[in-house]
């Protein structure tokens, strides 16, 4: 607390992120971040731009990168947005989409950003309960509302939503604006791109932090109506005009284009997200089905809280959400074969003993 601070700033809760711990040898599935590095094609296309450019500002609305992500999911390039990661994006669209005298929808278990996004902007909120097997039921939905937002699939559950019931929402609040957080969609689930053009109340948003294993470039971007996307572009400009580098947008172009190094990296995620469900269940977890590259699970008898303390003892760190409903659950990240293996050995002997 300090007196220079204005009374909001001295109400925020802010959101609470993953720890990055500086720890030689730490498994660290408590982020979804990608196991993988990014393309190798990215560190080349950084390499070409150290030189004095640099001294150059950005195109504002990082044009080459925008014109890619476009060509990629069949848009106009002033379909698309882009931002510093999806957070600052998602900023943006509380900021400017969503601040409604009616109450802003979302799931009661869902990204824990939501609802410190509308403390900072004022906006009033209903999260909406999931059911008992943590799916989304759309007309829950069907009540007034300034907007609706939801991730899918759903984090931390890993549920995903499939594009017949997306639609149903869409036609039921043609005056809201729904947004769908696409943070997971590439590790299995389908995108709801193509409903674009049919419903300009849909925006869509993205991430190359996960599938496209940049989360340090940090590189967001939202997908709608010409007419969503220009609304997202005056609230930028009257904040910060250049929010993507050189680097990030290079980084990103390059990630693009290695679509075949994409497609083989969310493989392996996904089979070994098939793999490690499997050897979960066999040592007593419940393990809801996920279409993220991470499970959300809890033991039938061992409290969440006593096996994330002792996988981090072992130099295992998963993530534990202390909030009601969920707080015997683990969110653990999808890693390489051998840190999902170095998990399901640890929980094997912790789990005997
Ligand atoms: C990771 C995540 C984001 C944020 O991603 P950045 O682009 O790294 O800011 C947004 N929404 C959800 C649901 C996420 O899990």
């Given at each position: 607390?300090?007196?220079?601070?204005?009374?909001?700033?001295?109400?925020?809760?802010?959101?609470?992120?993953?720890?990055?711990?500086?720890?030689?040898?730490?498994?660290?599935?408590?982020?979804?971040?990608?196991?993988?590095?990014?393309?190798?094609?990215?560190?080349s296309a950084i390499q070409k731009l150290l030189n004095?450019?640099?001294?150059?500002?950005?195109?504002?609305?990082?044009?080459?990168?925008?014109?890619?992500?476009?060509?990629?999911?069949?848009?106009?390039?002033?379909?698309?947005?882009?931002?510093?990661?999806?957070?600052?994006?998602?900023?943006?669209?509380?900021?400017?989409?969503?601040?409604?005298?009616?109450?802003?929808?979302?799931?009661?278990?869902?990204?824990?950003?939501?609802?410190?996004?509308?403390?900072?902007?004022?906006?009033?909120?209903?999260?909406?309960?999931?059911?008992?097997?943590?799916?989304?039921?759309?007309?829950?939905?069907?009540?007034?509302?300034?907007?609706?937002?939801?991730?899918?699939?759903?984090?931390?559950?890993?549920?995903?939503?499939?594009?017949?019931?997306?639609?149903?929402?869409?036609?039921?609040?043609?005056?809201?604006?729904?947004?769908?957080?696409?943070?997971?969609?590439?590790?299995g689930g389908e995108t709801a791109v193509p409903l674009i053009e049919?419903?300009?109340?849909?925006?869509?948003?993205?991430?190359?932090?996960?599938?496209?294993?940049?989360?340090?470039?940090?590189?967001?971007?939202?997908?709608?109506?010409?007419?969503?996307?220009?609304?997202?572009?005056?609230?930028?400009?009257?904040?910060?005009?250049?929010?993507?580098?050189?680097?990030?947008?290079?980084?990103?172009?390059?990630?693009?284009?290695?679509?075949?190094?994409?497609?083989?990296?969310?493989?392996?995620?996904?089979?070994?997200?098939?793999?490690?469900?499997?050897?979960?269940?066999?040592?007593?977890?419940?393990?809801?089905?996920?279409?993220?590259?991470?499970?959300?699970?809890?033991?039938?008898?061992?409290?969440?809280?006593?096996?994330?303390?002792?996988?981090?003892?072992?130099?295992?760190?998963?993530?534990?959400?202390?909030?009601?409903?969920?707080?015997?659950?683990?969110?653990?990240?999808?890693?390489?074969?051998?840190?999902?293996?170095?998990?399901?050995?640890?929980?094997?002997?912790?789990?005997?003993?």
């Amino acid at each position: 607390m300090s007196k220079y601070w204005s009374d909001l700033v001295s109400q925020l809760k802010p959101y609470i992120p993953g720890e990055q711990p500086d720890i030689a040898n730490i498994t660290k599935l408590n982020t979804n971040e990608n196991p993988y590095g990014p393309s190798p094609q990215v560190a080349s296309a950084i390499q070409k731009l150290l030189n004095d450019d640099l001294r150059l500002y950005p195109p504002p609305n990082a044009d080459g990168l925008r014109q890619v992500i476009a060509n990629y999911y069949q848009l106009a390039p002033k379909q698309v947005f882009l931002g510093n990661g999806s957070d600052e994006v998602l900023a943006h669209i509380f900021n400017g989409l969503l601040q409604k005298p009616e109450p802003l929808l979302f799931p009661d278990i869902s990204y824990s950003f939501y609802p410190v996004f509308c403390q900072l902007y004022g906006i009033s909120f209903e999260q909406i309960p999931l059911a008992k097997d943590l799916s989304l039921a759309v007309e829950d939905y069907s009540r007034p509302n300034g907007g609706i937002i939801f991730p899918n699939p759903n984090a931390p559950t890993g549920r995903l939503l499939g594009l017949d019931a997306i639609e149903e929402l869409l036609k039921d609040n043609p005056d809201s604006v729904v947004v769908v957080d696409e943070a997971y969609i590439d590790f299995g689930g389908e995108t709801a791109v193509p409903l674009i053009e049919l419903y300009a109340n849909l925006l869509i948003v993205q991430t190359m932090s996960k599938s496209r294993s940049l989360a340090g470039m940090r590189i967001g971007y939202a997908m709608g109506s010409a007419d969503l996307i220009e609304g997202l572009e005056r609230v930028k400009n009257s904040f910060n005009s250049y929010p993507l580098g050189h680097l990030p947008i290079a980084a990103g172009i390059a990630a693009f284009k290695d679509q075949e190094y994409f497609e083989d990296t969310c493989q392996r995620v996904i089979d070994s997200r098939d793999r490690l469900t499997n050897n979960l269940h066999n040592l007593g977890f419940e393990v809801v089905p996920s279409a993220g590259n991470f499970i959300f699970v809890r033991h039938v008898e061992r409290p969440a809280e006593e096996l994330a303390l002792s996988l981090r003892q072992n130099g295992i760190i998963v993530r534990h959400f202390k909030q009601s409903r969920i707080e015997q659950f683990l969110r653990i990240t999808i890693g390489t074969e051998k840190q999902n293996e170095r998990l399901v050995r640890v929980l094997t002997s912790q789990l005997e003993s």
